[in-house]
Every structure is written in structure tokens, then in C-alpha cells.
């Protein structure tokens, strides 16, 4: 499947995409993963987008599609992708329809995850992923915790509360969400491919995602 998760931050893109790749093969590409792993390597990349993924801001359109058209060319995409945290804005959007159509793509669905704004607020704050770069396992305090003393439950090493995850980040990112990408709710609904999911528990949005593509 080639599809595209839409949803605030918190929505749980990431927890629905990783359910997603298990059911055909396809293959999970997050921006905002790609990003901090550049940060953590100290790559060229990473070095530009830091200030800004730390202040909870968006990282430059340019850059971003510098990422994702490199990644959609890469082998393991043939069986399908997951586009999570992808695009954000309406740019990105309007270069990624340039971009599919050169590579002669398709894009099957745009899963919008719809979550109310205390949900939301409550699951930045209690949120912490595994600090592998080849893991990044996330868990929550309060429903999925970490082992006691706050390891990862698959590798061991610590689950961290990300650096964007302060409550000024948050409230930055929330405000960045509705300004920036919620109006490509708008664009993909005009397009035709818009699917609106009630994100509360994951493995329903995943059926929900999954019925709307076998039809
Ligand atoms: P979130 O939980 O906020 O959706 P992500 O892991 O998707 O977090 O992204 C973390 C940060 O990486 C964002 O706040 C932003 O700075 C940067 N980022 C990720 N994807 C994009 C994108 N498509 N365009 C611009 N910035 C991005
Ligand atoms: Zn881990």
C-alpha cells in the first residue's frame, strides 16, 4: 500500500504506521525519525535541522524534500510505504505530487487520525521512546510503561522523554499543526483520497485504514 497518515502530533501515526508495515510488507518512512537520526550522528543534515526539531518548529520544506526524494527511491519502497509525519506542509504536498508522478506513482489512501486535543496533551506528556536509533520502541507511562527503572522492554537501553517533548515544544508543535498542516486535510480531500480515522485505540484505526484500501 502507498499511504499517507495524517494527524497532530500525538495522534499516534507512529504507533498505526508500525502496525501497518506488518500487514503487507510495506515499509514505515518517518521524517521525523530520519531527522533524529541525523541529529543524534551529527550528520550535515542533522546539524541543520536541530534548532529547529528542539523549538518544536518545522525544518525547511528544501531540506525535507532533499529526504524524501532520495528515500522513495530506495529499493525496499517497492513493496509499498507508510508516510508518517510526511508532508506536513502544503509545499511538501504539492512536491510530493510532482515527485510520485515522475517515479509513476500512486498514492492509495491519506488516513486523517482524528484524536481530541486533551487526549492529545496527555499522551506528549506521558509519551517516552527507547533511545536506540535502531529501535525506538515508544511507550507511555501510564498505559505502556518501560521496565521500572525506565529500559526498553525489546533492547534494554534507556526510554527517554524526547527533547521536543516539553510542554513549551508541545504547545509550539500544536500550534505548527494547525497552521501549517492541517489545511492538507482540505488538499487531499479535494484530491479525492481523504479518509478521516478516529484515532483512540490503534488497532482500530489500522482495521478502519485497512478496510478502506481492500475496496
Ligand atoms: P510529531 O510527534 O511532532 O509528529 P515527528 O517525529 O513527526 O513528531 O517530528 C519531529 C520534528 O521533526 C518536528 O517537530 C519537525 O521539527 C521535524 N519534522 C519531521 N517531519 C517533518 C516534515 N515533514 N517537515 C518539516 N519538519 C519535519
Ligand atoms: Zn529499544
Given at each position: 500500500m502507498r499511504i499517507i497518515l495524517l494527524g497532530a502530533p500525538g495522534a499516534g501515526k507512529g504507533t498505526v504506521a508500525k502496525l501497518l508495515t506488518a500487514y503487507d510488507g510495506s515499509v514505515q518512512i518517518s521524517t521525523g525519525d530520519i531527522l533524529r537520526g541525523a541529529v543524534k550522528a551529527g550528520s550535515e543534515l542533522g546539524k541543520k535541522a536541530k534548532g529547529y526539531m528542539e523549538r518544536g518548529e518545522l525544518v525547511p520544506d528544501s531540506l525535507i524534500m532533499e529526504i524524501m526524494e532520495a528515500r522513495?527511491?530506495?529499493?525496499?519502497?517497492?513493496?509499498g510505504f507508510i508516510l508518517d509525519g510526511f508532508p506536513r506542509t502544503i509545499p511538501q504536498a504539492e512536491d510530493l505530487e510532482k515527485l510520485l508522478a515522475k517515479l509513476k506513482l500512486k498514492l492509495d489512501l491519506v488516513a486523517n487520525l482524528?484524536?481530541?486535543r486533551d487526549v492529545i496533551l496527555d499522551r506528549l506528556t506521558t509519551r517516552r521512546t527507547c533511545s536506540n536509533q535502531d529501535c525506538q520502541e515508544i511507550y507511555n507511562i501510564k498505559s505502556k510503561p518501560p521496565s521500572p527503572d525506565g529500559k526498553c522492554l525489546k533492547c534494554g537501553s534507556p526510554?527517554?522523554?524526547r527533547a521536543d517533548e516539553t510542554v513549551e515544544a508541545i504547545t509550539v508543535?500544536?500550534?505548527t499543526y494547525n497552521q501549517k498542516?492541517?489545511?492538507?486535510?482540505?488538499?487531499?480531500?479535494?484530491?479525492?483520497?481523504l479518509k478521516n480515522v478516529s484515532s483512540l485505540?490503534?488497532?482500530q484505526s489500522v482495521k478502519e485504514i485497512t478496510g478502506a484500501i481492500k475496496k
Open positions: 522513495l527511491q530506495e529499493p525496499d519502497c517497492a513493496k482524528e484524536v481530541p526510554a527517554i522523554q508543535r500544536l500550534e498542516t492541517a489545511p492538507l486535510i482540505g488538499f487531499y480531500g479535494k484530491v479525492g483520497i485505540s490503534s488497532e
